[in-house]
């Protein structure tokens, strides 16, 4: 399984972006998926989570309310629409994606997209 996001970019406070995260290889094996960011001198953070069916989702209390994840199993495609973004947003933000079920259980990492956020 190999992870692409693409989508961050340098805002201002008050803005809205669109992160997505493709899939490709083996990912009829993809259970879960989320997004992590991590900030410089900070320990990565789960911003958000969702199941393969997309029926469950999960919000750290910091976006609850800004941040929607959802995905488009049709497309191996995750998104992550960010509104009201705030400095304290600005991260590398990283998709990930676990498999298992009847598959060995493995987590695939992307390769990060900045987000930067100015006040």
């Known amino acids: 399984v190999q992870l692409v996001e693409s989508g961050g970019d340098l805002v201002q406070a008050g803005s809205s972006l669109r992160l997505s995260c493709a899939a490709s290889g083996s990912t009829f094996k993809i259970n879960d998926m989320g997004w992590y960011r991590q900030a410089p001198g900070k320990q990565r953070e789960l911003v958000a989570s969702?199941?393969?069916?997309?029926?469950?989702?999960n919000y750290a209390d910091s976006v609850k309310g800004r941040f929607t994840i959802s995905r488009d199993k049709a497309k191996n495609t995750m998104y992550l629409r960010m509104n009201s973004l705030k400095p304290e947003d600005t991260a590398l933000y990283y998709c990930?994606?676990?498999?298992?079920?009847?598959?060995?259980?493995?987590?695939?990492w992307g390769q990060g997209t900045q987000v930067t956020v100015s006040s």
């Open positions: 990930h994606a676990e498999t298992g079920g009847r598959f060995p259980r493995y987590d695939y």
């Open positions: 969702i199941t393969s069916g997309g029926g469950s989702t």
